[in-house]
């Protein structure tokens, strides 16, 4: 495929002028680290990983969901509903509207999907976050998607899998949102409690409110390659110290050096990853000549 | 002379001819000082009218106003044998965070603040109140401190939020919050926090994660700053006072919304015109809130603490 992408592919775009890339039904995507050109069938199964450069693009939650489960099988659960506007928002457009846009771009109910079944031969509950919803943003929604998780992982007895992916606290909620944060904070307790594994794997990206509550209280703490994972943004980050922020600064290889994830997993190599700990953190026994075998 | 903020003028105005006609004032001089009167009585007319009705945007300049009374000073007045605590065993001592032990109307207490600071020298020192990992773990270290010898906690809140900073990310100013809030939830103690003056998002319920949760009545307690949340929804920072209105910062919002549980009342004109009523009226609300959790334990705390949390934001009154 790489003589068909690197040499023709300029060629056509070249005929047929810069809309190329949207034009003929999203066929084709560029990378947005290397600029290559990738059919759209061979970055879906490549898990959305650029085959060029190893660039992880930001899926759908429920494409990270089907990715997680073996064979793709999992149960979605459907969430508490949360009080949608609490404090009346609007800004240049109101929370309302932005929240119905949402829903209607996404066929989400809210920026988190959970769903149970089994990761690598373990019994797990697992909830992605839905960058594509409102970038992914936490607010009364997503903290009874996380509350509830975590009650069904207790439930169930099952390990309760996080994949993190936002901006931070909804704004459009004001302190609402920012309550969130105690509250995902007494999820991950429950789970603790149950003495079942907790484990968070940070996505691109995980900031704010997210990054500083649930995200970073995991047993084990796992990021994808190149995630943008942080507190405070890098702008403010600047504006404030007015220095220039490190290479790599703020990425998941950033914070492996830093001593604050365990480590760094590629994407095919995830469900594989998240079975392996957990069957051991669950005291799961493997005879040593079928660990050979 | 103090500080007047922008929507003072008037009063400022006021003020400013008093005090010149008292300098002008001669023994005897009957007509000044009926003027004195007068203008007295003309702005504090003027000084009610004005903050009975303060905009989210100008509570959001009086919780910021400099003359405010600081962590500090709340407990260097409420607290005896006050004993500062230092560091996080790990890295540093922040002074962003003070705290330590002491005794709250004779009773033992771990007392924790953000510290802004009240003179040039001194915000340097408390870094303007922005705290970073090690000041949240120093926080989580004396929390737990405080659940190992049954100590009540009582918090004092008052930062823009924790310091956006390089270093701070390196060493997991995140993992610092989050572990500051999961410390909260898990002690067994009584825990008062009290917003003095900004409540500044993470940085804030790092610290506020309590049983109790009080407001001075002009400070604001919210998840991002009018500013900050202006120039990202409007992409216009000079739309904060907007923003600050949609955010419902205030603490009569709050206390509608049920996140937090008490207002607490302010000196007519703000905090900062009269430094020991305020501080006063805190340390009632505090000996108050306190009291009405006499008698729990440990456990029972923990579990309404969390019933409190969880069950906040799902029920909206209008």
Redesign the interface.
């Known amino acids: 495929m790489s003589w068909l992408t690197e040499i023709v592919r300029p060629k056509i775009r070249s005929w047929l002028g810069q809309e190329t890339r949207d034009v003929p039904e999203n066929l084709w995507r560029q990378c947005p680290a290397c600029q290559q050109m990738i059919f759209h069938k061979d970055l879906d199964a490549n898990l959305k990983v650029c085959p060029n450069c190893g660039h992880h693009m930001r899926p759908t939650a429920m494409e990270r969901l089907a990715w997680t489960f073996d064979g793709g099988v999992f149960t979605r659960i459907e969430l508490p509903k949360?009080?949608a506007d609490?404090?009346k928002?609007?800004?240049?457009k109101r929370y309302a509207d932005r929240l119905r846009e949402a829903r209607e771009k996404t066929g989400l109910e809210d920026a988190i999907v959970v769903a149970h079944g089994l990761v690598g031969g373990q019994p797990m509950v697992v909830a992605a976050m839905a960058f594509e919803f409102m970038a992914g943003s936490m607010g009364?929604a997503v903290?009874e998607g996380i509350?509830a998780a975590a009650r069904l992982a207790v439930l169930q007895d099952a390990a309760l899998v996080i994949f993190t992916a936002s901006g931070g606290?909804r704004?459009?909620?004001?302190?609402?949102?920012?309550?969130?944060?105690?509250?995902t904070?007494?999820a991950?307790?429950m789970v603790k409690e149950a003495k079942l594994p907790y484990l968070t794997v940070l996505t691109d990206p995980t900031t704010?409110?997210v990054?500083?509550?649930?995200?970073?209280?995991g047993d084990v703490q796992i990021a994808e390659p190149g995630a943008l994972?942080?507190?405070?943004?890098a702008r403010?980050?600047e504006q404030?110290?007015r220095?220039t922020?490190?290479e790599g600064?703020?990425r998941a290889e950033?914070l492996h050096q830093?001593?604050?994830i365990d480590m760094v997993v590629k994407r095919g190599d995830m469900r594989e990853t998240l079975g392996r700990v957990v069957g051991m953190l669950r005291g799961v026994r493997v005879e040593p000549a079928e660990q050979a075998a | 002379m103090r500080p007047f903020l922008e929507f003072e003028k008037p009063i400022a105005e006021l003020e400013g001819k008093i005090e010149e006609l008292r300098q002008m004032q001669e023994p005897g001089g009957i007509n000044i000082a009926e003027e004195i009167a007068r203008l007295t009585d003309k702005a504090d007319k003027q000084l009610r009218a004005t903050y009975a009705r303060l905009t989210a945007w100008q509570k959001a300049q009086v919780a910021r106003h400099p003359d405010r009374p600081h962590a500090l000073a709340y407990l260097q007045a409420l607290v005896t044998d006050y004993t500062p605590l230092a560091g996080d065993r790990a890295y540093a001592e922040d002074a962003a965070i003070v705290g330590g032990l002491g005794r709250f109307g004779g009773r033992p207490v771990v007392v924790l603040g953000t510290e802004k600071g009240d003179d040039t020298d001194s915000r340097v020192i408390h870094n303007f109140g922005m705290a970073k990992p090690e000041g949240y773990r120093k926080a989580r270290r004396l929390i737990e401190l405080a659940g190992r010898f049954n100590l009540p906690l009582l918090t004092f809140v008052d930062t823009a939020g924790a310091f956006p900073g390089i270093e701070a990310e390196a060493r997991g100013q995140a993992e610092a919050i989050a572990r500051s809030v999961e410390a909260c939830l898990d002690a067994p103690i009584p825990i008062i926090a009290t917003i003095i003056g900004e409540g500044g998002s993470g940085g804030a319920i790092a610290l506020a994660t309590g049983d109790r949760v009080l407001m001075l009545e002009h400070s604001i307690y919210s998840v991002i700053s009018p500013e900050g949340c202006a120039s990202i929804l409007w992409r216009d920072a000079a739309q904060a006072s907007t923003a600050a209105e949609a955010l419902r910062l205030t603490a009569e919002d709050l206390r509608l919304l049920r996140l937090i549980d008490t207002v607490i009342p302010e000196p007519l004109g703000g905090a900062h015109r009269d430094v020991p009523a305020a501080i006063a009226a805190v340390g009632e609300a505090v000996r108050t809130a306190l009291a009405s959790l006499d008698g729990m334990d440990g456990p029972t705390l923990i579990a309404r603490r969390r019933d409190k949390f969880l069950a906040m934001g799902r029920e909206i009154p209008v």
């Open positions: 949360a009080p609490p404090i928002f609007r800004d240049q009364a903290g509350v606290a704004m459009q909620e004001g302190a609402v949102s920012l309550m969130q944060m105690p509250r904070t007494i991950t307790r704010g409110g990054s500083a509550s649930f995200a970073m209280l994972i942080g507190f405070a943004g403010v980050i404030t110290v220095e922020l490190p600064f703020q950033y830093h001593g604050i």
